[in-house]
């Protein structure tokens, strides 16, 4: 009963930590004004923003995500307009899909936590294979659907599309290429949070890979340990 217990934790923990890969990039950068200037600079968005005020309105983006404070109209420099109704309506609905993502983020934490607790036990090799084994397979699936993915999003624009037709079905996400909200967020900022979203995510799962690979050569030696103490 015991290990049957801990295979289903390693197969829901496969699951799970795959969610967790997956979004622990995007928790880290969604919210970093850092990364956004960063962004801002390589695609050019200060030459059409001043660049304090695409820190203002990047900033009443976080605090509307975070917290659902009103937006607040100020006068933007280069003639600029403030974001519109229909705008902040978009910004509405990214803020439910984002809290639902950071919802299924802490839900599968949490889980995966339990899940590793789950494979603690006494005879060491159990308990270092089950967690090499949770910790490989979630890795090595998750870099094969991440690089499926990259290569499916060559056609950026087509996917961003399709992304924005099932998430948004409401279909208020088409705005004039001129408006303030596509000009702080063209069409090139989203490809390279894409891009750092999914190089994190390989990242992390080689880090995880390396350490379960670095557990099964260290239960390798504990069994070679073990049966020249028999000899």
Not at 48 to 67: C, G, M, P, S, W
Request: proline share 3%; aromatic share 18%.
């Amino acid at each position: 009963m015991r290990n049957t217990v801990k295979k289903l934790a390693v197969i829901l923990g496969t699951i799970t930590l795959i969610i967790v890969m997956v979004f622990s990039p995007f928790r880290f950068y969604v919210f970093n004004l850092n990364f956004y200037l960063n962004l801002y600079e390589k695609n050019a968005v200060f030459d059409t923003v001043d660049k304090q005020d695409a820190i203002r309105l990047t900033e009443n983006i976080f605090e509307y995500f975070k917290h659902k404070t009103q937006f607040v109209p100020f006068i933007l420099k280069n003639n600029l307009p403030y974001f519109t109704t229909d705008e902040i309506r978009h910004l509405e609905d990214v803020r439910v899909l984002f809290n639902r993502i950071f919802l299924t983020y802490y839900i599968c934490l949490g889980l995966s936590l339990i899940f590793i607790i789950i494979q603690i036990d006494k005879n060491k090799s159990n308990f270092l294979k089950n967690i090499a084994v949770l910790l490989i397979t979630p890795s090595l699936i998750l870099i094969f659907l991440l690089l499926i993915i990259y290569f499916m999003g060559q056609n950026f624009s087509f996917s961003f599309e399709k992304f924005h037709l099932l998430f948004f079905p409401q279909g208020n996400y088409a705005f004039p290429e001129d408006s303030t909200l596509i000009t702080l967020l063209p069409l090139n900022f989203f490809y390279d949070f894409f891009e750092r979203l999914v190089f994190s995510s390989i990242i992390i799962s080689v880090i995880l890979t390396s350490i379960g690979i670095t557990f099964l050569i260290f239960l390798r030696k504990i069994k070679i340990r073990a049966k020249n103490e028999r000899h």
